[in-house]
């Protein structure tokens, strides 16, 4: 994934879940300008951060009953992972 398209993802899920730049901070325990830094592009996006992210945006989901909360790819990520808990039950 290239770096613009982990700062497109960062801001999409962001702003899914309803989120200040802000928030999202406060949710991963950063300070705002370092999170600021990633989806501004002026620091690359570690991997770590962004799944921590999406793993929040999932848990936001469930939590709220909303897939819409997530961007697509993890919605089809998702029901991928569900379909395949209800073929082991």
């Keep these: 994934m290239s770096d613009q398209d982990k700062m497109q993802e960062l801001v999409a899920i962001r702003t899914a879940l309803g989120f200040t730049q802000s928030r999202m901070a406060h949710e991963i325990d950063m300070n705002l300008r370092d999170y600021q830094a990633f989806e501004w592009g002026e620091t690359e996006i570690p991997d770590l951060y962004l799944r921590a992210i999406e793993r929040i945006a999932m848990l936001h ?11 697509p790819s993890m919605r089809s990520e998702a029901l991928q992972f569900a379909r395949l808990v209800e073929m082991e039950a």
Excluded: D
């Design 61 to 71: 989901a469930v939590r709220h009953r909303n897939p819409m909360m997530v961007p």
